[in-house]
C-alpha cells in the first residue's frame, strides 16, 4: 500500500525479547516495562496514535525487534500502515547462450534454446517461457519479394502553440517567523530549529539556537519549531521545566513529543527565559 506520509516527526522504536519496548521521538525518550509482546506493542501504538493526533495526520514509525524491522504509518485512530517498500529480486538475471546452455557447467534441455534466460537460483516457470530454437524449415531463406510496397510519408506538421511564449509563475516563497529571545538574541526561522542550551539536531537536519541561562532552567535540548503546509509548530523535546504557549485564546502547557500549532504574536516561556514570535501575514 502506497501512502505519503511527511517524514517528520519519525518515532524509532526497539522491541526486546522480554517485552520490553524503548521508544524515541524528536529526542523524547520513552521505555516501557517488559510486558507480553501483545500488550507492548497496542501501548505503543496508542503512543503513536497520540502524536498523530497532535498533527492532524497520521506519522511514521519504524519498529525493530527479534522479528525483523518494519516501517509503518500510525493514525490517530490508531490505525496501521504499512510502508514497506516491495521485495526486490534477491539476485539479477543473466543470460546463457546456446554454447553455454549445451556445456559441461549446464545439461541441454530437450527444446534445444537458442537463448535462455537463466536467474541464478533455478526458477522453473522462467525456463517454461525460454523460447525454441526455429526448425530447419524456418532456417531455409525466403525468397525476396517481387514487389516493393511504399508509402507516402506525410510531412511533420508542427503546432505553432509550441513557440508561442509561456509565462511560469515563479514559487512561492518559504514561509518564516521571526523570534526574539528574551535574552537579547533573535532568529528567522523558515524551516526546522531546535531550542536549548546546548541544542542537537536529533533525528533530523535543524538549524540549532544555543541560548545562555546562568539559572540552567533552560535544558540543553529543550525544544523545537518546525514548519508544515504553512503552518508553525512546536514541540517539548522532553524538558526539564517544560515549555508553556501564552496567546490571545488561553496558555497551554505542551506535552513533551507532540507537536502544538501555534500563531503569531505567542509568547513561549522555558524555565526562567522565554521568545515572542512574529508569523508573516500570508503564514
Known amino acids: 500500500m502506497t501512502t505519503h506520509v511527511p517524514v517528520f516527526p519519525l518515532i ?82 543473466r543470460l546463457i547462450t546456446p554454447r553455454q546452455a549445451h556445456s559441461g557447467t549446464r545439461p541441454a534441455t530437450d527444446f534445444q534454446p537458442t537463448a535462455v534466460i537463466e536467474p541464478l537460483e533455478p526458477w522453473t516457470p522462467l525456463l517454461a517461457m525460454a523460447r525454441p530454437a526455429p526448425t530447419e524449415t524456418q532456417l531455409v531463406a525466403q525468397p525476396a519479394p517481387s514487389v516493393v510496397e511504399t508509402k507516402r510519408v506525410e510531412p511533420l506538421m508542427l503546432d505553432d502553440s509550441l513557440e508561442e511564449t509561456r509565462i511560469v509563475a515563479p514559487p512561492a516563497p518559504r514561509p518564516a517567523a521571526d523570534l526574539m529571545f528574551s535574552t537579547g538574541d ?57 515549555t508553556t504557549v501564552f496567546s490571545s485564546v488561553g496558555t497551554t502547557q505542551l506535552t513533551a513529543g507532540l507537536p502544538e500549532a501555534i500563531d503569531s504574536d505567542v509568547r513561549i516561556q522555558m524555565g526562567e527565559q522565554y521568545f515572542t514570535v512574529a508569523l508573516p501575514p500570508t503564514a
Open 12 to 93: 524509532h522504536v526497539a522491541l526486546n525479547d522480554d517485552g520490553s519496548a524503548h521508544l524515541n521521538v524528536t529526542g523524547r525518550h520513552v521505555d516501557f516495562p517488559a510486558a507480553p509482546a501483545e500488550e507492548t506493542r497496542a501501548a505503543v501504538i496508542l503512543y503513536a496514535a497520540k502524536v498523530a493526533a497532535g498533527l492532524h495526520r497520521p506519522v511514521r514509525m519504524t519498529t525493530s525487534g527479534p522479528d525483523g524491522t518494519w516501517l509503518i504509518a500510525v493514525a490517530p485512530d490508531q490505525t496501521v500502515i504499512d510502508l514497506s517498500p516491495a521485495a526486490a529480486p534477491k539476485k539479477p538475471l
Open 186 to 242: 533573535s532568529a528567522t526561522v523558515d524551516g526546522r530549529v531546535v531550542i536549548g542550551r546546548n541544542p542537537l539536531n536529533g533525528d533530523a537536519p535543524a538549524q540549532l539556537i544555543a541560548l545562555a541561562d546562568p539559572t540552567r532552567t533552560i535544558s540543553k535540548t529543550h525544544c523545537a519549531l518546525h514548519w508544515e503546509d504553512g503552518t508553525l509548530f512546536i514541540t517539548d523535546l522532553g524538558s526539564a521545566n517544560g
